[in-house]
């Protein structure tokens, strides 16, 4: 599969090479996208729209999106993440919604016409603490027969939608935290995320993958691995959804405690040890107040960035007022962590992103690594699922520990780089201490 797969990459690097649009989002060999010859760092927001939520495609306001897209490009942002539900595409297997595709056609349009780079999330699949299968859906999505076929003809479709707007793409997406949903064994998750890559490139050649994986792959073992000897998901550049205090199992004193800062930059160099990534959600949820959002971000961002981060995407927009329909009916907290208010500006507590994002605007290369950083050793048998010579490693024992040596190193002033075990054995040798 692995030799297939990078058969299939050198083949599209080489036809997409005499092809690709300056125009159009390229990931350079260090990791970091380009734009027009230029450094692009993707600094934007996960989106649903206030009125409808995550039921956005059933109830489509074409003047609410061009409104928000003009309002997000206007407050200093280039990128957007959306979502497509399955089932309001797809309503019965292999009979597409027009309606719906006509309106992801227009939402594209849009982010061309406001200047806005796109993250197309396909399988959704789960938001918000939900599942939003389509309604036919039956079995498991990664072994049931049916079910991977429908999955490989969806994903085609939607690709070939995007292609149309190729200089608009940022990348394709298999769907939002798909580790959660429907576990089964990491070979048979692999074989279809291969099988899913593979129609996104043929649909789309031009544009890149990532999974739209959650924090699991770096503290949990749902088998998504990020690499090791079970093998790797799909994917051209990798991506980290962080939430400290909440979500992540990382006990900690609140959004003033140096610690939670510490979080996301973290888990955004664990994972960039297998490849570049994105940190593609996070954001400061719930959090008690505007110092504790202000200093947040004034800490987390900035070591993001250091840390490889080649994107960041804020969740989310909008506050939702959609409140007696689910999720955010029984997830009373979805509603309220819009970045833009009402009036259409950004928030007191979250203007430290909109500064950073001005701030990455006018970046002209990527932060240089320090020549002395201290290695963070992953074990190749960090994953503990298909792996029968792992010696009782698990990544939610594991990690907590690396979150706790990132944290002291960084707070006595060494930088901390995280090394996996097939750098190891190409580079031979890590420097160790100051």
């Given at each position: 599969?692995?030799?297939?797969?990078?058969?299939?990459?050198?083949?599209?690097?080489?036809?997409?090479?005499?092809?690709?649009?300056?125009?159009?989002?390229?990931?350079?060999?260090?990791?970091?996208?380009?734009?027009?010859?230029?450094?692009?760092?993707?600094?934007?927001?996960?989106?649903?729209?206030?009125?409808?939520?995550?039921?956005?495609?059933?109830?489509?306001?074409?003047?609410?999106?061009?409104?928000?897209?003009?309002?997000?490009?206007?407050?200093?942002?280039?990128?957007?993440?959306?979502?497509?539900?399955?089932?309001?595409?797809?309503?019965?297997?292999?009979?597409?919604?027009?309606?719906?595709?006509?309106?992801?056609?227009?939402?594209?349009?849009?982010?061309?016409?406001?200047?806005?780079?796109?993250?197309?999330?396909?399988?959704?699949?789960?938001?918000?603490?939900?599942?939003?299968?389509?309604?036919?859906?039956?079995?498991?999505?990664?072994?049931n027969a049916t079910n991977i076929n429908a999955s490989v003809a969806f994903a085609f479709k939607v690709a070939q939608t995007c292609q149309k707007y190729k200089d608009t793409m940022l990348a394709m997406e298999f769907g939002n935290e798909m580790g959660v949903v429907d576990n089964t064994d990491t070979a048979t998750i692999?074989?279809?995320?291969?099988?899913?890559?593979?129609?996104?490139?043929?649909?789309?050649?031009?544009?890149?993958?990532?999974?739209?994986?959650?924090?699991?792959?770096?503290?949990?073992?749902?088998?998504?691995?990020?690499?090791?000897?079970?093998?790797?998901?799909?994917?051209?550049?990798?991506?980290?959804?962080?939430?400290?205090?909440?979500?992540?199992?990382?006990?900690?004193?609140?959004?003033?405690?140096?610690?939670?800062?510490?979080?996301?930059?973290?888990?955004?160099?664990?994972?960039?040890?297998?490849?570049?990534?994105?940190?593609?959600?996070?954001?400061?949820?719930?959090?008690?107040?505007?110092?504790?959002?202000?200093?947040?971000?004034?800490?987390?961002?900035?070591?993001?960035?250091?840390?490889?981060?080649?994107?960041?995407?804020?969740?989310?927009?909008?506050?939702?007022?959609?409140?007696?329909?689910?999720?955010?009916?029984?997830?009373?907290?979805?509603?309220?962590?819009?970045?833009?208010?009402?009036?259409?500006?950004?928030?007191?507590?979250?203007?430290?992103?909109?500064?950073?994002?001005?701030?990455?605007?006018?970046?002209?290369?990527?932060?240089?690594?320090?020549?002395?950083?201290?290695?963070?050793?992953?074990?190749?048998?960090?994953?503990?699922?298909?792996?029968?010579?792992?010696?009782?490693?698990?990544?939610?024992?594991?990690?907590?520990?690396?979150?706790?040596?990132?944290?002291?190193?960084?707070?006595?002033?060494?930088?901390?780089?995280?090394?996996?075990?097939?750098?190891?054995?190409?580079?031979?040798m890590v420097r160790l201490g100051p």
């Open positions: 599969q692995t030799m297939i797969r990078n058969r299939w990459k050198a083949l599209l690097t080489l036809v997409t090479a005499l092809t690709v649009s300056k125009a159009q989002v390229a990931l350079r060999k260090d990791g970091y996208f380009e734009l027009n010859g230029k450094l692009f760092v993707p600094v934007g927001l996960n989106y649903w729209p206030a009125t409808t939520g995550v039921h956005m495609w059933q109830h489509y306001n074409s003047t609410e999106v061009d409104h928000d897209f003009s309002v997000l490009r206007h407050n200093g942002f280039n990128t957007v993440r959306i979502f497509a539900v399955w089932g309001d595409f797809e309503p019965a297997i292999g009979v597409y919604n027009s309606t719906s595709f006509s309106n992801l056609d227009n939402t594209l349009e849009l982010a061309q016409k406001h200047d806005l780079k796109v993250d197309m999330s396909v399988f959704v699949g789960w938001m918000s603490g939900f599942a939003f299968w389509p309604s036919w859906k039956t079995g498991n999505l990664y072994s692999i074989k279809w995320t291969d099988k899913v890559y593979a129609a996104f490139k043929q649909a789309a050649p031009d544009l890149l993958v990532v999974p739209g994986t959650s924090h699991a792959p770096v503290m949990d073992d749902r088998h998504w691995p990020l690499g090791g000897v079970t093998g790797t998901i799909a994917h051209d550049f990798l991506d980290i959804h962080s939430y400290p205090i909440l979500f992540d199992k990382l006990p900690s004193d609140g959004f003033l405690d140096p610690f939670t800062a510490h979080v996301l930059p973290w888990e955004t160099s664990f994972v960039n040890a297998f490849g570049p990534v994105m940190a593609q959600e996070w954001g400061t949820l719930v959090t008690g107040g505007i110092v504790q959002q202000d200093t947040f971000l004034r800490n987390v961002l900035p070591r993001g960035l250091a840390a490889g981060a080649n994107g960041f995407l804020y969740w989310c927009m909008r506050d939702i007022f959609a409140e007696d329909q689910v999720p955010y009916n029984v997830q009373g907290k979805e509603t309220l962590l819009g970045l833009i208010d009402q009036q259409d500006q950004v928030k007191p507590g979250v203007q430290a992103f909109a500064e950073f994002a001005a701030n990455l605007s006018t970046l002209t290369q990527p932060p240089q690594a320090p020549s002395h950083r201290t290695g963070i050793y992953i074990p190749v048998h960090y994953y503990f699922e298909g792996d029968s010579n792992n010696p009782g490693n698990h990544p939610e024992s594991l990690s907590p520990l690396m979150a706790v040596a990132w944290h002291f190193l960084s707070q006595h002033d060494v930088p901390a780089d995280k090394v996996s075990d097939i750098v190891l054995s190409a580079v031979k």
